[in-house]
C-alpha cells in the first residue's frame, strides 16, 4: 500500500479506508507490522498533511511524538498514472471538449494538484438524534437552570465524540438550541447553547443550510450581551454556520443589524461580514450585493461610536481585498482623507483565506506541437470553477470571452465627476470659445445671441471629450437666459447644440443635471417640443433612462405648474419606455402618477392613463394594486387601459440603457465580477409593493397547534395558516418557526392534510415572490419526499408546488445542497420515477451555468443505475434524462462516469448516450473563433456590401485620411476576404489530373493522412476562402459546423461557383462521414440535400470523376445505426437521380451489397427495388441478367430485413418483365423460391402489373430520367373547382340577361393550342356580359340536316364580323350600349400607385395593383394611356421580385392572383395596352413565361388554380398588344433565350415558342397594315445575323426550332404584303450582306404571286396559315413539280398501297415521307384518285400516327428537334381541316356562296370587376389549368374536337358526293 500510494497518489489510491485501521496496526504485537504502518502514516501525511491529525491523536503520546518527528513537508507528485491519465500528462490542458463537456479535476491529478485533503471528508458520519436523552427537550423547557444545564450538557458530551454528523432532522434540536441562545436568562446557558449550535453546524456543514437564516438572525439579535465569553460563543456559532448559507441569504438580517439602534450589534455584525468575506469568492460577491452592503457599511462609517466605525472600516477593507478598489471605489465615493486611510489600512491587511479561482493556463508543450502540425492557434483557456476550501465551488468564470472585455473595463471610472465653480467654468470658456461667443451668449439682442449660438455649436462640433468635459459646455450654454430664452430661433439653436453635446460626449448624471430641468420646461412649448424630446431621449440613453425619468419627472410634477409640461412629460416617457425598457424600481413613478391622476387637467390625466397601460407591461398586472386608494371611476379607467395590453408583451429595447461614467450613484459597479453559475440576463422588475412581516403572527400556539397529535387540530391550524398568508399577502420572507412546523406537514400520514400543506406552500411561494429562495433547502427535501407518495393526487400536487417554486424564486434552485442526488438515493421506485421525469421536463428550461453543475455530477451514478432498474417507469424515466443531463454537463462528462460501472452495465447506459448525443445542440465556438469567422467567412452579398460601405466611408471624413499603421495592415493583410467558393475552370485540370494518375486516387476504407493533405493542396490551388479551409479541417467538430453553415448561406448568393467545386465540396463532406460525431453527419447531409435541390433546379449534370468519389462513400452511411442518417441518404439519392445516371448509381448500389454490414445490405436494396419500380428494367441495363441473379442470391442471406429487400426487389423487375424473370434468377433453392412467390402474390394485391408499367419513368441514352409531356398530367375534364357552385350562388343574385343564341362558325386553330369549346364557353359563362346587338345567322341551306353540334354556352365577348376589326392598332371602338367616362384620375397620384407597384413592400405592391384594377373596371382606363409604359414595367419587376425571393408560396400567392387580375382588366379594357412598348412588353413577357416555366407557382394546394390564372394572362397579352411591338419582342425574346445555359431556360423556351406560334395563328385575323414591316423585319435580321444557318449546321446538338420558326413568320409576312415587302429593309444598313433579303426573294419566287393577288384577304385563309406553320415553306401547287426522287418515291408508295401484302407497310412509309417532307402535299398528288381511296389512305396515315403516338412515351427534352416534337394532334387536326376544305369546294361547284367565319373578336369595355371576381373565387374550370408543362389556350369558342360533329360531316360530305355524281 505504501508503494501503491507513493507512485500513484492519493486521488487513485483512497486514503479514507486505510486511516480507520491506523490505532489497530499500530497496536500489533508484530513490530515488521508496526514498522510497515509507520512508514505508511507517514506517507498519508505527505499527501494529505495535516488531516491525519484527528487518527493518530488516540495513539500513546511516545508513537505520536515519533510519527510526527518523522512527518515531513513539501508537496507530493504521482511517479506513475492510469492509462486513461497517461494522455492527460502529456496534453495537460484539456482541449475544448465537444458537446459542451468541461474539463473535470482528472487533470489536476494527472498533473499532481496536491491540495492539502479536509479533515472532515476522512471522517465518518454519526447519527446523534437517536442517542439524545429521553427527556432532554423536557429539560430545556424546565424552568430550573441546572436542568437545562443537564440537558445541554448530555448533547455536549454525545457532540464531542461526533466531529461529522450524519444528516437528518434537526429541526427541533436547532430550535431548541436557537431559543437557548435567543431567550434564556442565564448567560453561562447561551454561551454554552451558542457553542453546541456551532458544533451542530460544523458537523452537518452543508446539510445545516435549511436551519442558517433563522439562526444567523437570532444571533445578530444576541449581540447586543456584553459578555466576553457569550459574545465569543456567538461569534464561534455564527462563523460555523455561515459555510452552510451564503452572503444573499443573509442580506436582509445583516442590513436590518446595521440598523440597529445597538452599537454592539452594528459592531459585531460589520466584523463578522469582514470574516466572512475573507472565506467568499469574488464572484460570488457581486454587483446587487456590493452595492446593498457598501451602502450599509457606509452609515456605520459615520457612527458616533468608535467601535463601530472601527468595524465598519474593517469590512470595508475586506471588501476592498476581495473584489478590488476599482470596483468599490465607485460606491464609496468621497470620503475624508481619515476614513479613506483607514480603509486602505485593513485592506492591506485583510487575508482571503479562500482559493480564488483563475483560469487554467495552456501548457507550452501542447502549443509547441500544435505550432509543428500547423493547426489553429490555440483557442483561449476556459474559465475553471471556482473552488472553496470546504465545499464545490459556488461561482464560475462565465465565459471565456469576458477576458476579452477587460481590457475595456480596466480604466477604473472617477468615483464622482466634481461640480465645478463658476470661476472655473468661466476660465475654461475662456480657452475654448472667442470672446465675441462667450459674450454674445448672453446678449440682450436675440439675433446676437443667435448668432453667438450657432458659433457655439460650429466650434464645439470641432471638439473631443479631451478637450472639454460635457459639465463645462452644458454651463456655457446655459449663461442667462441660457435654455430659458424667450425667442423662439435662439431657443432651438440653444436645444440643438445641447442635443449634440448629449450624443458626442461622455455625460454623467452631474452634468446632465444642469440642463435637464430647463429642458423638461420646454416640452410645453409647441415650437420646441419636438427638439425637447429629442434632448430627452439623448440624454436618457448617454446618462440612464432611469436617472432622467426620475429627475425629469419629479420636476414637471413638483416644480411646474404647466399641465402642458406634465402631460408631454408622461408622453414622452410612453414613447422612452419601449426604446429603453424598464428595468427600475417603480415607487417614485407610482407617487408622481397618482399626483397626475389628481391634476385637473384632463389632458394629464389621459397621459397617466395611458403611461400605465404602458408600464403594465413591464410590471404586470400587480400595478393596479398600487392605486387601490384611487376613486373607482380612476382605477376603472387604469384597468380598461391595462386590459389593452393584457395579452401583449413588452417590445425588445431598441436603445441599450446610459452606463453613467462618472457618477457614483448610477456607477456600472463590478463589470469584472461574475454572476454565480448565472450568466447576464436583463434586471426583472421587481415588485415594490409593501410587504407584510408574518413572523409575530406565527405564534407559539400557532405552530404547536401545526405538530398536535390530532389531527383536526393540525387541520384547523393550517386553515388559520392559510388565511393568515391570504389576508396578508405580499409578505416578508421571515416566517419565524413556520417552515419545520410546515415541513413536518407534508410529509404528514393523513393525505388530506399533506395535499392542504402542499398547496399552502405554493401559496406561499407567490406571496414572498422572488425572495422565496431562502427557504427552497428547508421545504424542497419534503416536495422531493412527496413524489414518492402512493397516492397520485398527492404527487401532482407536489409537482405542480414545486413547479410554482421553480418559476418563483428560479428555475435552478432545486439544484443546490445536493437534494436532488439525496431524494434520488433513499427514494422509492415511485419517487424516482416521478423524480426523473419531472428532472427530465425541467432541466431544460433551466439555463446553463446557473447552477453548480457538480449538482448534476454526483446524480450520474444514480441515473445509470435506475436505466437499468427492473421497474419498467424508472428506466423509461431515466432515459429520459440522459438529454437533459447531456444540455448540462456534456457527452464527454457522462462517458467519463461509465468507466466507473461494471463491464455488464456499460454497453446499456452507453447506447442511452449514444441516443441521446445526435439531439444535442451544438455549442457555440469561443469568442475568438467568432471573431475569425465574422472577419474572414463573407458571403458574395457580404463582400458587396462591405464593398459599398467601404468606398462610401471616405466621404463620411472631414479631414484628410491618416496612413494606417504597420500593425493594422498587417492584420488587414492576414484577412481573407475572398470569395468562400471562386469561380474558374479549375476543376477541368483536376479531372485530367485524376485520369492521368498524377494525384492520389480518391479510394480508401479509412481516410489516411495524406488523402487530407491532397484536399487541402487542391483547395489551395483552387482559390478557396483561407478560414473557409482552416476551418474545414480543424480538429474541433464545431469548426466544422460553421463551415457548413457558411456554406449553405453562400450557395444562394454564389451558386455557379459551387458548380465550379463541388468535387472538392463532396471530397470534404467524405471525409466528415467518418467523423463520430453525429451533428456534423447531419448537419452535411442536410446540406447535400440543399445542394443537390440546386443542382436539378440548373439541370447539372454530375460528372463520373464527382460522382466515384463521392456515391462510394454516401452508400457506407446508408448502413449507419442512426435512422435520421440513413433516412437522409436514401433521400439524397432519389435527387442524385436527377443530375446522375440511374444506370451507373444501380451499379454503385450493387456494390454496396457486398457489404459485410447486413443493414447496408438491406438499406442499398431497397434503393435499388425503388429505382427498379421508378424507371423500370432500363435502370439494370446493361447487364439486368446478371444483376437479378446477385439481387436474388440475398434471398437465401441469414438477415430478415436484407431477405426482405431482395424479395420486393425481384418482385418488382416481376411486374415489368413477366414470367422471363424466373429464367434470369436461375437456380435458387425451393424455399426461396417459394417465399418470392409468396411476395409476388402478396404484391399484385396492391397495384396490378399495367398500373406499375405506366408508372415507369423512361430513361435518356445516358441513363438520365426523361420528364413527362404534362399532357398526362392534366385533371379531368368534369372536375370542377369546389368554389363553383357557391360562385354560381352569388351570380344568381344578380343575374345578366344571356344573349341569344347562335351557331357561330369558328376559325379553327390547330397544333397544340386546340382548346375545347365546352371548356371555353363554361369559363365565359361565368363573366358577366353586356346587352348587344344579335348577329346575322349562317345557314347551309343545301345541307338536308343540321350537323349535330354541342351548344355552346353564352361568350363573354360580342363576337362581330371581319369588317369590325379596327384598322388602327392604336384605336378601339367602344361598344355601343357603353358610354365611356372621362378619365378623372390625378396624373402625379396614378404616377405614384404605379411607382409602388414595384415597391419591395409587397402590401403596398398589392394595394398599388387594387387601386389600378379598380380604375380600369370604374371605366377610366383611358388614364392610364400615358402611363401605360410604366405600368408594365413596374409588374414585370415586382412579378421578378417575387420569382427570385425565397418567400414561401403561401405569401406570394395573393400577389400573383392580384397581378393577374390586374394584367387581365387592363388588356380586356378597351383602348389600353396599345401605348406599350416593345421593351416593356419584352419584359413583362419575359417575366411570365419565366414564371410558368420555373414550376415554383405549381407549388401548394392553390398552385393549379394559379397556373391557369397565369396561363389566360400570357393570352390575353398576345391577343390584346399592340400588333408591331409584340412581334419586335418575341422575336427579341427568342433572340435571346438561345445559347443560354441557365437550366431554367429550356422550359421557357418552350413556353416562348408556344407563343410565338400561337401569335403566327392570329396574323391572319390582323390588318396588312397594322404592322410596321420596317421594325420587324430589322428585328428578324439582327437574329439572322446573330443565329445564321451555318451556325445551325455547325451545332447539329441545338434544335433548329427557333430558327425554323422565325423563317415561318417571314413567310407569313411576305404572303400578307406580297412583293412590296422588299421596300420595308430601310431599317437594316446594308442589305447584302443580310441573310434576310435573299430568303425574302426566295419565298417570293416560290410562292409566285402577283401584287394583287396577295393583298386580297382570301390568300391568308386558315388552311394556307395551318400548312405555314407545320412547314418551312408553303406547299406546292397542283401545278408544281416534285422533286423527281420524292415524286418516284411517293409513286412506288402509292402503288404499294394498293397491293394487300405491303398496305401497311406502305402506308409507315408514306407516313415517314410526310415527316422528312412535310412542303409535299400528296392529297394533290392523287387528286385523280378515287374518293375511297384517299379516305383509306388518310385514315391509314391516322392509324400509323396513334401507333407511333402509343409506342413512344411522350417526353420533355431540352433540345428542340423536331422528331422530339409531338404533331399527333396536328395531323388528327389536319384531317378535319382536309374536310372542311372539300366540303367549301363542293360548295363552290354546287353554286353556293361560301362565307368565312369571322376570325376575331373586337374588345368591349366589360365589367372588370366580375372578371376579378371570377379569378378570386377561382371560378375557370379545373381542366382550363395551364399548367407550366400544359399548353397555351385561346378564349375562342372551337368545335373541332367534338367527335360526333367530325363523324356527321363525314357522312355528309359521302352523301354530297354521292349526289353530285347522279
Not at 482559390?1023 to 474545414?1032: F, I, P, S
Not at 462513400?1113 to 445505426?1121: A, E, R, T
Not at 425565397?1446 to 387580375?1461: S, V
Not at 389566360?1512 to 435571346?1536: D, M, Y
Amino acid at each position: 500500500m505504501n508503494t501503491v500510494l507513493k507512485q500513484f497518489g492519493n486521488k487513485v489510491i483512497t486514503i479514507k479506508p486505510m486511516v480507520k485501521k491506523i490505532p489497530v496496526l499500530l497496536a500489533d504485537r508484530d513490530k515488521g507490522v508496526r514498522d510497515e504502518m509507520k512508514a505508511l502514516v507517514v506517507e498519508m501525511h505527505r499527501w494529505i498533511g495535516g488531516a491525519i491529525e484527528p487518527h493518530i491523536a488516540t495513539l500513546q503520546a511516545v508513537v505520536q511524538q515519533e510519527l510526527r518527528d518523522s512527518f515531513t513537508t513539501g508537496g507530493a507528485q504521482p511517479t506513475r498514472y492510469l492509462r486513461s491519465q497517461q494522455h492527460r500528462v502529456r496534453d495537460t490542458p484539456a482541449a475544448d471538449t465537444g458537446d459542451g463537456a468541461v474539463e473535470d479535476d482528472d487533470v489536476d491529478a494527472a498533473a499532481g494538484d496536491t491540495a492539502d485533503m479536509d479533515p472532515y471528508d476522512l471522517l465518518d458520519p454519526v447519527e446523534i438524534l437517536s442517542k439524545l436523552p429521553k427527556d432532554f427537550y423536557d429539560k430545556l423547557e424546565a424552568t430550573k437552570w441546572q436542568e437545562r444545564k443537564e440537558a445541554l450538557d448530555a448533547l455536549d458530551n454525545i457532540l464531542k465524540t461526533a466531529p461529522r454528523l450524519e444528516p437528518g432532522d434537526y429541526a427541533d434540536l436547532v430550535r431548541a438550541l436557537k431559543k437557548v441562545i435567543s431567550k434564556d436568562s442565564n448567560v453561562m446557558l447561551v454561551a454554552l447553547g451558542g457553542r453546541l449550535l456551532a458544533a451542530v453546524a460544523s458537523g452537518l456543514r452543508n446539510k445545516f443550510q435549511p436551519y442558517a437564516t433563522a439562526c444567523v438572525q437570532a444571533i445578530l439579535e444576541k449581540f447586543k450581551e456584553k459578555k466576553t465569553n457569550v459574545v465569543t460563543a456567538l461569534r464561534e456559532a455564527i462563523d460555523a454556520i455561515y459555510p452552510a448559507t451564503n452572503l444573499e441569504a443573509i442580506m436582509e438580517d445583516m442590513l436590518a443589524a446595521f440598523d440597529n439602534k445597538n452599537p454592539s450589534i452594528k459592531a459585531e455584525s460589520a466584523v463578522f461580514l469582514a470574516r466572512a468575506l475573507t472565506v467568499t469568492q469574488p464572484a460570488a460577491f457581486n454587483k446587487k450585493l456590493v452595492k446593498a452592503y457598501v451602502g450599509g457599511l457606509l452609515k456605520l462609517m459615520e457612527s458616533a461610536d468608535p467601535a463601530v466605525r472601527e468595524a465598519g472600516a474593517e469590512a470595508l477593507g475586506t471588501a476592498t481585498k476581495l473584489v478590488g478598489e476599482k470596483n468599490i471605489a465607485p460606491h464609496i465615493g468621497k470620503l475624508e482623507p481619515l476614513k479613506e486611510q483607514k480603509i486602505k489600512e485593513y485592506a492591506d491587511k485583510a487575508e482571503i483565506k479562500v482559493k480564488v479561482a483563475g483560469p487554467k493556463k495552456e501548457a507550452k508543450g501542447k502549443t509547441a506541437a500544435a505550432s509543428a502540425r500547423g493547426d489553429q492557434p490555440a483557442k483561449p483557456a476556459q474559465a475553471a470553477q471556482p473552488k472553496t476550501a470546504r465545499k464545490p465551488a459556488p461561482g464560475a468564470a462565465k465565459k471565456a470571452g469576458g477576458a476579452k472585455k477587460a481590457p475595456a473595463r480596466a480604466q477604473p471610472s472617477p468615483p464622482r465627476e466634481m461640480e465645478l465653480s463658476q470661476e472655473e467654468v468661466d476660465a475654461r470658456a475662456e480657452t475654448l470659445l472667442s470672446a465675441d461667443i462667450v459674450s454674445g451668449l448672453g446678449d440682450g439682442n436675440w439675433k446676437t445671441r443667435l448668432t453667438a449660438t450657432q458659433g457655439f455649436h460650429t466650434t464645439v462640433q470641432g471638439l473631443t471629450a479631451e478637450d472639454a468635459p460635457a459639465q463645462v459646455l452644458y454651463r456655457i450654454l446655459n449663461k442667462k437666459p441660457g435654455l430659458k430664452d424667450t425667442n423662439v430661433q435662439v431657443m432651438k439653436a440653444r436645444l440643438e447644440a445641447c442635443k449634440y453635446i448629449t450624443e458626442n460626449f461622455p455625460i454623467s448624471t452631474t452634468a446632465a443635471d444642469f440642463v435637464l430641468h430647463d429642458v423638461v420646461a420646454k416640452l410645453g412649448e409647441t415650437s420646441c417640443a419636438s427638439i425637447a424630446t429629442d434632448c430627452l431621449t439623448s440624454l436618457a440613453d448617454a446618462c440612464g433612462f432611469e436617472h432622467v425619468l426620475n429627475e425629469g419627472l419629479g420636476y414637471a410634477m413638483d416644480s411646474q405648474k404647466n399641465p402642458k409640461v406634465q402631460s408631454e412629460m408622461f408622453n414622452w416617457m410612453c414613447s422612452a419606455i419601449k426604446e429603453f425598457g424598464c428595468t427600475m424600481k417603480i415607487q417614485s413613478i407610482v407617487a408622481h402618477s397618482k399626483k397626475a391622476l389628481s391634476a385637473t387637467n384632463p389632458n394629464v390625466r389621459t397621459s397617466t392613463v395611458n403611461f400605465l397601460g404602458i408600464l403594465s407591461l413591464y410590471v404586470g398586472p400587480s400595478l393596479i394594486t398600487h392605486f387601490d386608494s384611487e376613486k373607482p371611476a380612476t382605477k376603472q379607467l387604469i384597468t380598461l387601459e391595462m386590459d389593452k395590453y393584457a395579452n401583449s408583451s413588452p417590445p425588445t429595447p431598441t436603445r441599450q440603457p446610459g452606463k453613467v461614467s462618472k457618477s457614483a450613484s448610477k456607477g456600472s459597479v463590478g463589470d469584472d465580477l461574475d454572476e454565480p453559475y448565472e450568466e447576464e440576463e436583463p434586471a426583472v422588475v421587481e415588485d415594490s409593493r409593501s410587504r407584510t412581516d408574518i413572523a409575530p403572527l406565527i405564534t407559539d400556539a400557532l405552530v404547536a397547534e401545526i405538530n398536535d397529535k390530532n389531527w383536526k387540530v393540525r387541520n384547523e391550524a393550517l386553515d388559520k395558516l392559510k388565511a393568515i398568508i391570504t389576508n396578508t399577502s405580499p409578505i416578508k420572507p421571515t416566517l419565524g418557526e413556520l417552515p419545520p412546523a410546515l415541513v413536518a406537514r407534508l410529509l404528514d400520514s393523513n393525505s388530506k392534510l399533506a395535499q392542504s400543506a402542499l398547496q399552502i406552500c405554493e401559496q406561499l411561494a407567490n406571496a414572498i415572490g422572488p425572495k422565496c429562495k431562502t427557504h427552497v433547502r428547508t421545504f424542497f427535501p419534503a416536495f422531493f419526499q412527496a413524489f414518492g407518495d402512493n397516492k397520485q393526487w398527492i404527487r401532482t400536487a407536489a409537482v405542480a408546488c414545486v413547479s410554482t417554486w421553480c418559476a418563483t424564486a428560479g428555475p435552478h434552485v432545486p439544484f443546490d445542497g445536493e437534494m436532488v442526488l439525496d431524494a434520488l438515493k433513499a427514494g422509492s421506485p415511485v419517487l424516482r420515477a416521478s423524480l426523473l421525469q419531472w428532472l427530465a421536463e425541467h432541466l431544460p428550461n433551466v439555463p446553463p451555468k446557473s447552477f453548480p453543475r457538480e449538482e448534476l455530477s454526483a446524480c450520474l451514478p444514480t441515473l445509470y443505475a435506475c436505466i437499468e432498474d427492473r421497474a419498467a417507469d424508472v428506466r423509461k424515466a431515466a432515459g429520459d434524462c440522459v438529454l437533459p443531463f447531456m444540455l448540462h454537463l456534456g457527452y464527454d462528462s457522462m462517458h467519463k462516469q461509465l468507466e466507473k460501472l461494471k463491464p455488464a452495465s456499460k454497453p446499456v447506459v452507453q447506447a442511452a448516450l449514444d441516443k441521446a448525443r445526435p439531439s444535442l445542440p451544438v455549442q457555440p465556438l469561443p469568442s475568438k473563433g467568432k471573431k475569425e469567422e465574422a472577419r474572414g467567412l463573407k458571403t458574395a452579398g457580404a463582400l458587396k456590401k462591405d464593398a459599398e460601405k467601404k468606398g462610401a466611408a471616405p466621404a463620411k471624413g472631414k479631414g484628410p485620411v491618416k496612413p494606417a499603421s504597420a500593425s493594422s495592415r498587417g492584420k488587414k493583410d492576414d484577412d481573407d476576404l475572398t470569395p468562400l467558393l471562386p469561380q474558374n475552370n479549375a476543376k477541368n485540370q483536376r479531372i485530367i489530373d485524376d485520369q492521368k494518375l498524377k494525384v492520389l486516387k480518391w479510394n480508401f476504407t479509412v481516410p489516411r493522412e495524406e488523402f487530407f493533405e491532397l484536399l487541402k493542396d487542391q483547395m489551395a490551388t483552387a482559390g478557396l476562402n483561407k478560414q473557409l479551409v482552416a476551418n474545414m479541417f480543424h480538429n474541433d467538430f464545431r469548426y466544422h459546423l460553421k463551415a457548413i453553415e457558411s456554406l449553405s448561406d453562400d450557395l444562394h448568393e454564389n451558386g455557379p461557383a459551387l458548380m465550379c467545386n463541388l468535387d472538392l465540396v463532396l471530397k470534404w463532406l467524405t471525409l466528415r462521414f467518418f467523423d463520430t460525431n453525429p451533428s456534423v453527419i447531419l448537419k452535411g447531409l442536410e446540406y447535400l440535400a440543399t445542394v443537390f435541390q440546386f443542382l436539378s433546379d440548373n439541370d447539372y449534370t454530375m460528372a463520373e470523376y464527382e460522382a466515384n468519389c463521392f456515391i462510394p462513400y454516401l452508400i457506407l452511411k446508408v448502413g449507419d445505426p442512426k435512422d435520421t442518417i440513413r433516412n437522409s441518404v436514401k433521400a439524397l439519392f432519389k435527387q442524385i437521380c436527377v443530375v446522375y445516371s440511374v444506370t451507373k448509381l444501380f451499379g454503385y448500389l450493387m456494390e454496396g451489397l457486398k457489404s459485410k454490414n447486413a443493414r447496408q445490405r438491406a438499406e442499398c436494396l431497397e434503393c435499388i427495388g425503388s429505382l427498379i419500380e421508378t424507371y423500370g428494367w432500363t435502370a439494370m441495363s446493361p447487364s439486368g441478367t446478371v444483376a437479378l441473379k446477385e439481387l436474388a442470391r440475398h434471398i437465401g442471406d441469414r438477415d430478415n430485413a436484407v431477405r426482405s429487400g431482395a424479395l420486393n426487389c425481384v418482385a418488382c423487375a416481376y411486374f415489368l418483365e413477366g414470367e422471363k424473370i424466373y429464367k434470369m434468377i436461375g437456380q435458387i433453392s425451393d424455399k426461396d423460391l417459394s417465399l418470392l412467390e409468396e411476395r409476388i402474390k402478396r404484391a399484385s394485391k396492391n397495384r396490378s402489373a399495367e398500373i406499375r408499367r405506366s408508372m415507369v419513368v423512361p430513361l435518356s441514352a445516358t441513363g438520365r430520367p426523361i420528364q413527362q409531356q404534362a399532357e398526362e398530367m392534366e385533371p379531368p375534364i368534369e372536375e370542377e373547382p369546389p368554389q363553383q357552385e357557391e360562385y354560381e350562388e352569388e351570380e344568381e343574385e344578380e343575374p345578366a340577361p344571356p344573349p341569344p343564341l347562335r351557331p357561330v362558325a369558328t376559325r379553327v386553330i390547330t397544333g397544340p393550342f386546340g382548346l375545347d369549346p365546352e371548356l371555353i364557353a363554361k369559363l365565359d359563362a361565368a363573366v358577366p356580359v353586356l346587352r348587344r346587338p344579335e348577329l346575322p345567322e349562317h345557314d347551309l341551306k343545301f345541307l338536308d340536316e343540321p350537323i349535330p353540334v354541342r351548344p355552346n354556352k353564352p361568350l363573354t365577348q360580342t363576337v362581330a364580323p371581319a369588317s369590325m376589326v379596327l384598322t388602327s392598332p392604336h384605336h378601339t371602338a367602344p361598344h355601343p350600349l357603353v358610354t365611356p367616362q372621362p378619365p378623372t384620375v390625378d396624373d402625379s397620384l396614378l404616377a405614384d400607385t404605379i411607382h409602388s407597384i414595384a415597391s419591395p413592400d409587397l402590401n403596398a405592391a398589392i394595394r398599388a395593383m387594387s387601386l389600378i384594377s379598380n380604375a380600369i373596371a370604374s371605366g377610366r382606363g383611358a388614364a392610364l394611356g400615358a402611363h401605360e409604359q410604366r405600368l408594365v414595367a413596374a409588374v414585370a419587376a415586382q412579378i421578378r421580385r417575387l420569382r427570385t425571393s425565397a418567400r414561401p408560396p403561401l405569401q406570394t400567392l395573393p400577389a400573383y392572383k392580384c397581378i393577374a387580375g390586374a394584367l387581365i382588366a387592363f388588356y380586356e379594357s378597351g383602348g389600353c395596352g396599345m401605348n406599350v412598348d416593345s421593351t416593356a412588353l419584352c419584359s413583362l413577357l419575359c417575366e411570365l413565361l419565366r414564371l410558368l416555366g420555373g414550376g415554383a407557382v405549381a407549388t401548394g394546394p392553390d398552385g393549379e388554380r394559379l397556373v391557369r390564372i397565369l396561363n389566360n394572362v400570357c393570352v390575353r397579352v398576345l391577343e390584346h398588344s399592340p400588333r408591331t411591338q409584340l412581334l419586335c419582342a418575341i422575336v427579341s425574346l427568342l433572340h435571346e433565350s438561345i445559347g443560354v445555359t441557365d437550366p431554367a431556360y429550356p422550359r421557357y423556351q418552350d413556353l416562348l415558342l408556344k407563343c410565338f406560334w400561337k401569335t403566327l395563328k392570329m396574323i391572319s385575323t390582323w390588318d396588312v397594315n397594322s404592322i410596321d414591316y420596317d421594325a420587324v423585319l430589322y428585328k428578324i435580321h439582327l437574329f439572322y445575323k446573330a443565329y445564321p444557318n451555318s451556325y445551325w449546321k455547325k451545332n447539329p446538338d441545338i434544335s433548329d426550332t427557333p430558327y425554323r420558326t422565325v423563317k415561318t413568320l417571314v413567310h407569313t409576312l411576305v404572303k400578307m404584303k406580297g412583293g412590296s415587302i422588299t421596300s420595308h429593309l430601310t431599317q437594316i444598313p446594308d442589305v447584302n450582306d443580310s441573310d434576310l433579303y435573299p430568303y425574302l426573294l426566295k419565298v417570293l419566287k416560290q410562292l409566285k404571286l402577283d401584287e394583287k393577288k396577295e393583298n386580297t384577304p382570301d390568300a391568308l385563309n386558315g388552311a394556307s396559315l395551318l400548312q405555314s406553320m407545320t412547314g418551312n415553306s408553303a406547299p406546292l401547287s397542283a401545278t408544281s413539280r416534285l422533286p423527281r426522287a420524292v415524286h418516284e418515291e411517293l409513286a412506288l408508295i402509292l402503288k404499294r398501297i394498293g397491293s394487300k401484302e405491303h398496305n401497311s407497310e406502305a402506308l409507315a412509309h408514306l407516313y415517314d415521307l410526310r415527316e422528312r417532307h412535310p412542303e409535299v402535299d400528296i392529297w394533290t398528288f392523287m387528286q385523280g384518285s378515287s374518293f375511297y381511296f384517299r379516305n383509306y389512305v388518310e385514315r391509314g396515315l391516322r392509324e400509323v400516327a396513334e401507333q407511333r403516338k402509343m409506342n413512344s412515351m411522350p417526353m420533355y427534352k431540352h433540345d428542340y428537334k423536331s422528331e422530339n416534337i409531338d404533331i399527333s394532334n396536328e395531323t388528327e387536326e389536319k384531317s378535319h381541316l382536309v374536310f372542311m376544305e372539300r366540303l367549301r369546294a363542293l360548295q363552290a361547284k354546287a353554286g353556293m356562296k361560301t362565307e368565312s367565319a369571322p376570325t376575331s373578336q373586337p374588345r368591349t369595355p366589360v365589367d372588370n370587376r366580375g372578371l376579378q371576381d371570377s379569378i378570386i373565387e377561382h371560378s375557370l374550370p379545373r381542366a382550363h389549368s395551364i399548367d407550366p408543362q400544359l399548353e397555351l389556350h385561346s378564349t375562342q369558342a372551337m368545335s373541332h374536337k367534338n367527335e360526333a360533329a367530325v363523324d356527321a360531316l363525314r357522312l355528309k360530305l359521302q352523301q354530297i358526293k354521292s349526289s353530285s355524281k347522279r
